[in-house]
Each structure stands twice: as structure tokens, then as C-alpha cells.
Nanobody, 121 residues
Framework: VQLQASGGGLVQAGGSLRLSCAIS????????MGWFRQAPGKEREFVAA????????LYANSVKGRFTISKDNAKNTLYLQMDSLKPEDTAVYYC???????????????WGQGTLVTVSS
């Protein structure tokens, strides 16, 4: 499974962005998918996850109610809709895949290259 994230950019506080993650490989359906982010000088942290069947989702408390994770199996694409963005959401966002249902970064063994989101105040 190979992952390619896109959709980052510069947005004002209160605005929206949608990140996409194109997924290639026949094992896609076997993976739970997630989004992580890493702000400058900070450790990479969990943002959201979606189950392999799309029926379960999890969110970090910091983004709950503002971000929505989804996937389109027909297009082999993972999404992260980000609304009501705040300056503290500024980070490089990574999509990732895991054979286990988990929020732990160590459980994810497939990673995209990251896309930068900058939120100005």
C-alpha cells in the first residue's frame, strides 16, 4: 500500500480545507486509515481514524466537531475535511494505514509524505 497526501495550503482562521490521500495497492481494503499531524517543534500526534469498512471513526479531542474523516473506496481515496480552522491546527498532515484499529502512531506502518497546512490568524 502506497499513500500520497495532497490538499494542504494557507488558509485564514475560521476557514476550511479538505485534504486527500490517494491510496494504491491491492491491500487497501485490509487497512484502517488515519490522519496524523506534526507541528513545528512538536511530536507527531493523532488526528482522526476510520475503520477499514468506513463504519467507525475516532477523533482527537482537539479536532472533534470541526474535522471529518471519510473514505471513498471506489476511488481509493481518504479525506479529511477541516472546518473552523485555528492557528494551532498549523502542521504537516500525514495520512497513514494500520492493520490494527488504533490511535497509536506505532501501529501505523504505511505513511504518506505529508502536506503542509498553515492557518493564519
Amino acid at each position: 500500500v502506497q499513500l500520497q497526501a495532497s490538499g494542504g495550503g494557507l488558509v485564514q482562521a475560521g476557514g476550511s480545507l479538505r485534504l486527500s490521500c490517494a491510496i494504491s495497492g491491492r491491500a487497501f481494503s485490509m487497512y484502517h486509515m488515519g490522519w496524523f499531524r506534526q507541528a513545528p517543534g512538536k511530536e507527531r500526534e493523532f488526528v482522526a481514524a476510520i475503520g477499514r469498512d468506513g463504519g467507525s471513526t475516532l477523533y482527537a479531542n482537539s479536532v472533534k466537531g470541526r474535522f471529518t474523516i471519510s473514505k471513498d473506496n471506489a476511488k481509493n481515496t481518504l479525506y479529511l475535511q477541516m472546518d473552523s480552522l485555528k492557528p494551532e491546527d498549523t502542521a504537516v498532515y500525514y495520512c497513514a494505514g494500520s492493520p490494527s484499529w488504533s490511535v497509536a502512531i506505532q501501529q501505523y506502518d504505511r505513511w504518506g509524505q505529508g502536506t503542509l497546512v498553515t492557518v493564519s490568524s
